[in-house]
């Protein structure tokens, strides 16, 4: 079992930026996705980076505005999010995928709000 756990949430006015972090004692052996999900509607995929690196791509909605990216030596992913939105407020959940396993963190609260 590995435990995934996300970090960086909180409250910001539109227009600022967080940093998401996902961490777990192995995450270097894992592609990463990061997800968000409002209450009532589906968990939305938002970015995803392969396990070496070499690979990472955020969704339309957030291109240009979110980055993501792994330190390996830490097993840690990141999510950059800068210019934030109303729309943006979420939960964010971490995946690590491996083959055919998943394993998913409990989610951080991203809020933005004036």
């Known amino acids: 079992q590995v435990q995934v756990v996300e970090s960086g949430g909180g409250s910001v006015q539109p227009g600022g930026s967080l940093r998401l972090s996902c961490a777990a004692s192995?995450?270097?052996?894992?592609?990463v996705y990061w997800y968000r999900q409002v209450p009532g509607k589906e968990r939305e995929l938002v970015a995803g980076?392969?396990?070496?690196?070499?690979?990472?791509n955020v969704e339309d909605s957030v291109k240009g505005r979110f980055t993501i990216s792994r330190d390996n030596a830490k097993n840690t992913v990141y999510l950059q999010m800068n210019s934030l939105k109303y729309d943006d407020t979420a939960v964010y959940f971490c995946?690590?995928?491996?083959?055919?396993?998943?394993?998913w963190g409990q989610g951080t609260q991203v809020t933005v709000s004036s």
């Open positions: 995946k690590a995928r491996r083959y055919h396993i998943y394993y």
């Open positions: 192995t995450l270097s052996a894992y592609d």
């Open positions: 980076i392969t396990s070496d690196g070499g690979s990472g």
